[in-house]
């Protein structure tokens, strides 16, 4: 499989029920940190890289702040675009390969969170730089993403790649159940600072992450997960 195939694949089978799982349930703090963080107001736009079935971009829809949610799963975008038209909400949601944005000067934010995109799909250095081009100047953008110093305690960790594999148990919303091997990239906050000011970003910060408990706060050995704030 290719670097998107795998996630496709698991986004298509999965659907709705990517949203049972417990990391998905923090969705509405996470939100309102980020609403704050980055300073938004309603009417503002915001582009959410590998949107998933869309949970972060219908939370800032329900804000006023109008969403574009990206993701290379149809099965995804399906359900985002579903619950947006249900709950009558302003946000907008694109089967699009992250690493292929299309957008020029269009958004006020950006967001890429859960390993939504970023560790995932491969071509980091295209997508932030695809990222950027899309915020307007001054935009910013969040990401986050796992944290190497985390991960290399994990078994199915390799140091020389820092992606860590394991395979998961997934079910589909007609209660079929597979196993899938899944694999994602994991980061150094130094790694990171770089990869962003090559794509022309100026790191504002880098945080330890909790999801659902989203907050300005040191990064630390044991963080799962690293949150970047960036501006063009």
């Not at 949970?55 to 619950?83: K, M, N, P, T």
């Amino acid at each position: 499989m290719g670097a998107t195939d795998w996630y496709a694949a698991a986004g298509d089978f999965m659907r709705e029920t990517y949203l049972d799982f417990a990391f998905t349930r923090g969705t509405v703090q996470e939100v309102a940190f980020l609403i704050s963080l980055l300073k938004l107001k309603a009417g503002d736009r915001i582009l959410d890289v590998g949107c998933g079935p869309g949970r972060h971009s219908l939370e800032f829809a329900r804000h006023g702040i109008r969403a574009v949610g990206v993701d290379v799963s149809g099965g995804f975008v399906e359900v985002a675009r579903r619950r947006a038209v249900d709950e009558g909400l302003d946000a907008t949601f694109l089967v699009q390969d992250a690493t292929a944005l299309h957008f020029e000067a269009e958004f006020d934010a950006a967001v890429s969170l859960c390993e939504g995109a970023f560790g995932i799909c491969g071509g980091e250095d295209v997508l932030l730089a695809g990222v950027h081009r899309a915020l307007k100047p001054g935009g910013r953008l969040v990401v986050t993403v796992l944290h190497a110093l985390h991960e290399v305690a994990n078994a199915g960790f390799d140091p020389t790649r820092c992606v860590t594999t394991e395979t998961a148990t997934l079910r589909s919303p007609q209660g079929e159940v597979r196993e899938m091997e899944l694999s994602t990239r994991s980061y150094t906050s130094p790694e990171l600072d770089r990869m962003f000011s090559a794509a022309g970003f100026t790191v504002e910060a880098v945080h330890g992450c909790a999801v659902g408990a989203f907050a300005c706060r040191p990064l630390r050995v044991d963080d799962f997960e690293v949150m970047v704030v960036a501006r063009t």
